[in-house]
């Protein structure tokens, strides 16, 4: 029933360690993004994907990898993960990235590195 | 440049109008929106504005658009304390179709 789902929803991880989050809306939309949010809840938006096509990637280091299989699921691998990779990450998704844009968010990944 | 600003905290008692203000400076904006989160969930659509209206009302909300001074707010009628929650505004950039959310206002209601 759930439109956008993320899992996990916790993520508690070393320094250096490589981990993934996953994502999938079952809403038929053609957009997804991927948003950080830190601890003072600034939200900045990461990525997005176009019918499996990269179509906004922000100055993000090259250790986040988003992956695409289809229009409905966007990963995010993390490399070598830092301290300062902390965060909450939300998908999320849009039936159009070039009109209205109502965007439908996930719960979120609560991502910790110690 | 794309900067979004809102004032961080506002404090109402159950019954009265919450007014919650946001500022932007993209004049390119196409539309501007409100979310709403609530503790450990993600951000839920509340209602949103095309640039070349002013006003729209929904319910107990009542957003006010001044495109001349960038100027958005939302007002909830009647605050309820399970409107508490942290308010974002967002304004979707006409030349690049990204949303730029803003720092976001977070509404504690009194009983």
């Known amino acids: 029933d759930t439109a956008v789902s993320q899992t996990p929803k916790y993520l508690v991880t070393q320094m250096g360690n490589d981990k993934s989050i996953k994502c999938e809306q079952n809403l038929g939309h053609d957009t997804m993004y991927w948003y950080k949010q830190d601890s003072k809840k600034f939200l900045k938006i990461m990525f997005s994907y176009n019918n499996k096509e990269l179509i906004i990637n922000e100055t993000v280091p090259n250790r986040f990898s988003p992956k695409s299989p289809d229009k409905a699921h966007l990963n995010l691998h993390i490399n070598s993960l830092e301290l300062g990779d902390s965060a909450v990450y939300f998908c999320?998704?849009?039936?159009?990235?070039?009109?209205?844009?109502?965007?439908?968010f996930g719960p979120g990944t609560r991502l910790t590195v110690l | 440049g794309e900067d979004v600003e809102q004032s961080l905290f506002l404090s109402v008692r159950e019954g009265d109008s919450s007014v919650i203000n946001c500022t932007y400076t993209d004049s390119s904006s196409t539309y501007l929106y409100w979310y709403k989160q609530e503790p450990g969930a993600g951000l839920q659509l509340l209602t949103y504005i095309f640039s070349n209206m002013d006003m729209k009302q929904d319910q107990r909300l009542t957003v006010l658009l001044n495109k001349k001074d960038k100027h958005l707010s939302l007002r909830i009628a009647d605050t309820q304390t399970g409107d508490s929650a942290i308010y974002f505004c967002a304004e979707k950039s006409g030349a690049t179709n990204k949303l730029i959310f803003g720092t976001g206002t977070l509404l504690a209601v009194q009983p």
């Open positions: 999320a998704s849009s039936r159009q990235f070039t009109t209205l844009n109502e965007q439908f």
